[in-house]
């Protein structure tokens, strides 16, 4: 569940938050902040930092290229774990 929120919805959240808390602290409360507001801006925002996150994740993560999976397997009755091994 942490990992959804820190992968998807953070990055995807966070330039309205940001934004929201720029006009809480430049505006105050002034009635009609919400109309104003740049949405389109800050979904494209939202999009290009989650792309990044994904892309971030995808490339640190994982075996290296050069390496296989081996899957769990089941040796004289215990669970041997799944590793990668070199080609």
Same mark, same amino acid.
């Given at each position: ?12 959240? %966070?330039?309205? #938050? ?15 902040? #919400? ?24 490339? %640190? ?27």
């Amino acid at each position: 569940m942490l990992r959804i929120l820190l992968q998807y919805l953070l990055p995807l959240l %966070l330039p309205f #938050l940001v934004y929201l808390a720029y006009v809480a602290l430049t505006r105050g409360r002034a009635a009609g902040w #919400l109309d104003n507001a740049p949405w389109l801006h800050l979904a494209a925002a939202g999009i290009v930092l989650m792309a990044i996150s994904l892309l971030t994740w995808g490339l %640190l993560s994982g075996a290296p290229p050069d390496q296989v999976y081996v899957p769990p397997r089941l040796e004289d009755g215990r669970v041997v774990p799944s590793t990668t091994v070199e080609r």
